[in-house]
């Protein structure tokens, strides 16, 4: 057993570290504050072959696999999470379906353009009535006996990476029939952006990650090729499940980001503040408070290497990814409310990543399945039915 990165992931870990600090840090509190997507430096992470890390080199990809993705994750989201959850949603949710469960055309035509950042995916899963449900779809596609083409009604909520400038596609999901037992066979389809009657909304005011694009879908009559089903008719529910246990393993690494951030952010705002004649960091409350940061840090970091490292390994991580994905976003928000308590009064002035990091914490407990969702996950790994 080796917890320490290979030389390859190391070379990865200092190079994502470097453009953070050098490209991200000083630019991306203005994006932030104005709610505007920071293309100039998504563009750089494709050039830097961010969104191709787990993908083969055949379709454009840089050969590696979810540890590499986590990595990046993990040192983008020490600095800043809107560009890390464009990042993850690009790759997990956008161009990762394509890449499980495409037919070799749909990789062909999709993957290299995803993998180089041209382009950017979504999947839309969540609809207004259901997020944790997810089984209660309403959005439906029929068959449209004459062309064979897919018709789409319907409505998608929150979803991350839709309406860029440079979104090519939504993978949604859509009730495409019933089972004997009258139960719904969802299906995966994937629409082009752009397709008449694919609309998407104004994005929406966030509470965080203001510098990500999230946005309100909606399908009227929206006609696309037979040929654009993802995989076999009726599996959708069982590729979203995948797509999630995946992305589970992505949220917590970026969530183990935020929380070293917020310890990289207070031990040095500890060293330079000074109260009662000395800094605030010689104070053994404050000494406490970030070692238990740290320590929480690390931990999380443990878990959602763990996790990858079954994934990557082929062997079952459901479990594992859950873990890591409840403790990392538990200890994101811990260390947020900490940092932004060491920072007093300046915790809470935008200027500071601390207070950044405040805002885009809470939302990791919620996306790709809420800590609720995840605890339930769990009692089931454990042989708990409810
Ligand atoms: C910024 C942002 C980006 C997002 N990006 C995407 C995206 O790209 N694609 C996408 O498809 N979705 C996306 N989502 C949606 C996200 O995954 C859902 O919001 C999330 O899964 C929760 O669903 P919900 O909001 O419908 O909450 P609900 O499912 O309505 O849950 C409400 C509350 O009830 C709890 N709850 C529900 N059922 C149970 C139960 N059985 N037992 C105990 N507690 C329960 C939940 O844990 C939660 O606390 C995004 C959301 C946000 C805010």
Redesign the pocket.
């Known amino acids: 057993m080796d917890h320490r990165l290979s030389p390859e992931l190391e070379e990865l870990r200092r190079t994502v570290e470097e453009f953070a600090h050098d490209v991200v840090a000083p630019k991306i509190g203005d994006f932030y504050e104005r709610h505007e997507f920071p293309y100039e430096i998504v563009r750089e992470m494709g050039r830097m072959g961010l969104f191709g890390l787990p993908f083969p080199e055949e379709y454009g990809g840089m050969g590696g696999d979810y540890l590499a993705l986590g990595i990046a994750l993990e040192e983008l989201a020490r600095v800043d999470s809107s560009v890390a959850i464009t990042l993850e949603?690009g790759v997990s949710?956008g161009a990762m379906p394509i890449h499980l469960f495409g037919t070799e055309e749909q990789k062909r035509t999709w993957l290299p353009r995803l993998c180089s950042g041209e382009i950017l995916g979504?999947?839309?899963?969540?609809e207004p009535d259901?997020?944790?449900?997810a089984g209660a779809t309403r959005t439906t596609a029929r068959r449209d006996e004459t062309t064979g083409e897919w018709v789409i009604n319907g409505t998608?909520c929150?979803?991350?990476n839709s309406g860029t400038d440079i979104t090519g596609l939504v993978t949604v999901t859509a009730v495409t029939g019933r089972k004997p037992d009258g139960a719904p066979l969802i299906s995966a389809i994937l629409v082009p952006s752009g397709t008449p009657g694919f609309t998407v909304a104004a994005p929406y005011s966030?509470v965080g990650?203001n510098a990500s694009d999230?946005r309100e879908l909606s399908f009227a009559d929206v006609r696309v090729p037979a040929a654009n089903l993802l995989g076999t008719e009726g599996r959708g529910y069982a590729q979203f499940l995948r797509i999630l246990d995946e992305g589970r393993v992505a949220i917590a690494a970026l969530a183990t980001g935020l929380a070293q951030g917020c310890v990289d952010e207070s031990v040095k705002y500890a060293k330079e503040r000074h109260a009662f004649g000395r800094p605030i960091g010689a104070n053994q409350a404050i000494q406490f408070k970030v070692a238990d940061m740290e320590m929480k840090a690390h931990t999380a970091r443990l878990a959602w290497r763990d996790a990858a490292s079954k994934l990557v390994a082929g062997e079952p991580f459901k479990k594992e990814a859950a873990l890591a994905k409840l403790y990392s976003s538990t200890v994101a928000v811990d260390n947020a409310r900490d940092a932004t308590q060491i920072h007093g009064g300046y915790g809470f002035m935008n200027e500071y990543p601390v207070a950044r990091m405040w805002r885009d914490a809470k939302?990791l407990e919620?996306?790709?399945?809420?800590?609720?969702?995840q605890r339930?996950l769990i009692a089931r790994e454990l042989g708990l039915v409810s």
Not at 122 to 126: D, I, K, Q, V, W
Not at 366 to 373: L, N
Request: net charge negative; charged share 20%; glycine share 18%.
């Open positions: 949603a949710l979504a999947f839309g899963l969540t259901g997020g944790s449900d998608k929150f979803i991350t966030k990650w999230t939302i919620i996306g790709e399945g809420t800590s609720e969702v339930m």
